[in-house]
């Protein structure tokens, strides 16, 4: 498998593959790899004959007093990882290949509404960084199909809409949250938590679980249900930042007609930032 560092490698290698009819998928990553994005690589080739893995730990997603000088870069692991996978090219650049003109003055890609709650409100600009990341990379690329995770159901809503609202050719797949055996969904920020905070962890799951199932069992009293998640989880050692049931379709408050609803939470638990979801149809 090969690794292009230049847009001008890649360029040449996209090039022989179209010119042989190959269609071509993108799985964006920021690396250190987990069987999360083994999966997502697996679902790309179910739709394209070309796989191509982005490794690049994108600045301009990171606030102020984040994690990106700390962020894990494995990109030897990673490559021995996706080895075993149906991925044919991983395309690793520089800041100065994504952002030619520096950080300061680059383009920003921003979609409204979406991002203003949840983790857009508590991380102000993280989805702007996402959002102008994910366009270049598509420009760069070109691909037919591109490949996110539900586990960050918010970020694949809004690359959604920015890909439909700027009519960028690309067919955006979502995949399912692949989760470890207790249902901790995998993350690469998992690898901050402690073995206590680790065995604890799991208990975030669970919350939004018990949720989705008074939900079908006819609850509709959503705002006590949140509650009482945040209550569960601060009990047992999370600083949680929200629980929310909404839309599934685009987050909007639900009403008595909703028939599918998605339960969000984030939540600090010690040094990890962790989010997860989970989608009810009632």
């Given amino acids: 498998m090969e690794v292009v560092n230049t847009k001008e490698e890649l360029a ?54 984040e994690d990106f000088d700390k962020y894990p870069r494995t990109l030897e692991r990673d490559k021995r990882r996706l080895k075993t996978t149906p991925a044919d090219l991983i395309f690793a650049p520089d800041v100065e290949t994504v952002y030619p003109f520096g950080i300061e003055n680059a383009t920003i890609v921003s979609v409204p509404r979406l991002t203003e709650e949840f983790c857009g409100a508590k991380r102000p600009g993280h989805f702007d960084g996402v959002t102008s990341v994910v366009a270049r990379l598509f420009a760069i690329v070109q691909p037919d199909v591109a490949i996110f995770g539900q586990k960050d159901y918010q970020q694949q809503l809004v690359i959604r809409h920015m890909t439909t609202d700027l009519n960028i050719p690309v067919q955006v797949i979502t995949g399912e949250t692949v989760r470890a055996d207790d249902g901790l969904a995998l993350s690469s920020r998992n690898s901050y938590l402690s073995d206590d905070e680790r065995e604890i962890a799991p208990q975030l799951y669970e919350a939004l679980q018990y949720i989705g199932r008074e939900l079908q069992n006819g609850k509709r009293n959503y705002d006590d249900l949140e509650s009482a998640a945040v209550v569960r989880l601060d009990a047992a050692g999370f600083a949680t930042e929200y629980v929310a049931i909404r839309r599934a379709e685009n987050l909007g408050v639900p009403d008595r007609d909703c028939d599918e609803l998605v339960v969000l939470a984030a939540s600090q638990l010690g040094p990890a930032r962790l989010i997860d979801n989970i989608v009810v149809t009632i």
């Fill in 12 to 65: 040449e290698q996209l090039a022989e593959w179209r010119h042989n009819g190959d269609h071509v998928a993108l799985v964006p990553t920021m690396g250190n790899l987990h069987a999360g994005h083994t999966a997502l690589v697996e679902l790309a080739r179910e739709h394209a004959e070309r796989v191509v893995v982005t490794i690049f730990v994108n600045p301009t997603q990171f606030g102020e007093g």
